[in-house]
């Protein structure tokens, strides 16, 4: 699909963005409903979710108009096609999930972590993102009715090297959270976070530290059997190199879903260049992850620099069923 000059503009406010670690805050007039837009996403088994987003168009004049902050963070304030594809793959394994604890990093308006909320019993959730917090609250609460999840916690995380510098707060009133409070979790999960190399080495790090258990930090405790859940679409070239950098380091193993299978099996759909990895501390963690891998695949040579299936919002009849001003 070609690529237009604003989609192009985004992409390139999303890489300056995505140079810091710790982004601006979502600037104020995002919260201004009438640049919303309500966007029913019709799922198997849960029903249709109505997630509210920033209007596209709104999103096009204010990066052609300049009135995007140098590093503000818009990426989490639409909808994206690979996140809508997990939702599905969620929901087909999400016997998977139910019953753990699992954090989603870079929720942005927050559709997985619905998903999950909605189709897995028992689950502990955390969602987290470094800027649109309040577009999470309003789609939790829009979609209250359908959460079965035993948790479901909202928090402001920015990804860091370390834990000296990690802010982990929540939105009403910043105050600091003891990371030690969200470490050991069975899952860390995210979708089309990927936007810039930059953001991989402290994504990693981040991840990795959510899944060790508090004795394993310190003393005692050594076992380590989370899963660590990472697609979308690689843009750049060295992505999939830095992936398995990042996983060599913190002695993660590392596979990627083969997403022709899948597309046989569930009907995913995808497009050149997206990608599944699942990774993990331990084998133990990966016993129950019943999926084909292709992990010969070389995804570098298929690494595209568009948006290529980026979120048609209004042609994507799979998912959309319509969209609305919320009225």
């Given at each position: 699909?070609?690529?237009?000059s604003a989609e192009h503009s985004a992409e390139k406010?999303?890489?300056?963005?995505?140079?810091?670690?710790?982004?601006?805050?979502?600037?104020?007039?995002?919260?201004?409903?009438?640049?919303?837009?309500?966007?029913?996403?019709?799922?198997?088994?849960?029903?249709?979710?109505?997630?509210?987003?920033?209007?596209?168009?709104?999103?096009?004049?204010?990066?052609?108009?300049?009135?995007?902050?140098?590093?503000?963070?818009?990426?989490?304030?639409?909808?994206?096609?690979?996140?809508?594809?997990?939702?599905?793959?969620?929901?087909?394994?999400?016997?998977?999930?139910?019953?753990?604890?699992?954090?989603?990093?870079?929720?942005?308006?927050?559709?997985?972590?619905?998903?999950?909320?909605?189709?897995?019993?028992?689950?502990?959730?955390?969602?987290?993102?470094?800027?649109?917090?309040?577009?999470?609250?309003?789609?939790?609460?829009?979609?209250?009715?359908?959460?079965?999840?035993?948790?479901?916690?909202?928090?402001?995380?920015?990804?860091?090297?370390?834990?000296?510098?990690?802010?982990?707060?929540?939105?009403?009133?910043?105050?600091?959270?003891?990371?030690?409070?969200?470490?050991?979790?069975?899952?860390?999960?995210?979708?089309?976070?990927?936007?810039?190399?930059?953001?991989?080495?402290?994504?990693?790090?981040?991840?990795?530290?959510?899944?060790?258990?508090?004795?394993?930090?310190?003393?005692?405790?050594?076992?380590?059997?989370?899963?660590?859940?990472?697609?979308?679409?690689s843009r750049h070239h060295g992505t999939m190199i830095?992936?398995?950098?990042?996983?060599?380091?913190?002695?993660?193993?590392?596979?990627?879903?083969?997403?022709?299978?899948?597309?046989?099996?569930?009907?995913?759909?995808?497009?050149?260049?997206?990608?599944?990895?699942?990774?993990?501390?331990?084998?133990?963690?990966?016993?129950?992850?019943?999926?084909?891998?292709?992990?010969?695949?070389?995804?570098?040579?298929?690494?595209?620099?568009?948006?290529?299936?980026?979120?048609?919002?209004?042609?994507?009849?799979?998912?959309?069923?319509?969209?609305?001003?919320?009225?």
């Amino acid at each position: 699909m070609p690529q237009n000059s604003a989609e192009h503009s985004a992409e390139k406010t999303a890489e300056k963005t995505a140079e810091s670690t710790q982004p601006t805050p979502m600037n104020e007039s995002w919260n201004d409903e009438s640049s919303h837009v309500y966007t029913k996403v019709v799922l198997p088994f849960i029903g249709t979710l109505s997630i509210a987003s920033v209007r596209r168009s709104d999103l096009i004049v204010a990066i052609n108009q300049n009135k995007i902050a140098q590093n503000e963070d818009i990426t989490g304030l639409r909808l994206w096609d690979f996140g809508l594809e997990l939702s599905k793959f969620v929901i087909n394994h999400r016997d998977f999930f139910s019953g753990k604890r699992v954090i989603e990093l870079g929720a942005g308006c927050g559709t997985l972590s619905l998903t999950l909320a909605c189709a897995c019993n028992e689950i502990d959730l955390t969602i987290t993102d470094a800027s649109s917090v309040d577009f999470l609250r309003r789609n939790v609460e829009t979609n209250r009715d359908k959460i079965v999840a035993r948790n479901v916690n909202i928090k402001r995380l920015f990804w860091t090297l370390s834990t000296e510098s990690e802010t982990l707060s929540t939105q009403r009133n910043e105050e600091s959270v003891n990371e030690d409070t969200l470490d050991n979790m069975d899952v860390v999960i995210g979708t089309d976070i990927i936007y810039h190399l930059g953001v991989i080495e402290p994504l990693f790090a981040t991840a990795v530290r959510l899944l060790r258990s508090t004795e394993s930090k310190g003393k005692g405790k050594k076992s380590n059997d989370g899963v660590f859940i990472v697609g979308g679409h690689s843009r750049h070239h060295g992505t999939m190199i830095s992936i398995r950098e990042e996983c060599q380091v913190h002695g993660l193993s590392l596979h990627f879903v083969d997403l022709s299978e899948l597309k046989k099996s569930e009907g995913f759909e995808y497009s050149v260049g997206d990608f599944l990895a699942v990774m993990s501390l331990s084998d133990a963690g990966l016993k129950n992850f019943e999926h084909s891998f292709d992990d010969s695949l070389q995804f570098d040579d298929l690494a595209v620099n568009e948006f290529a299936h980026s979120g048609d919002d209004e042609n994507d009849e799979d998912f959309y069923d319509e969209e609305d001003d919320g009225s």
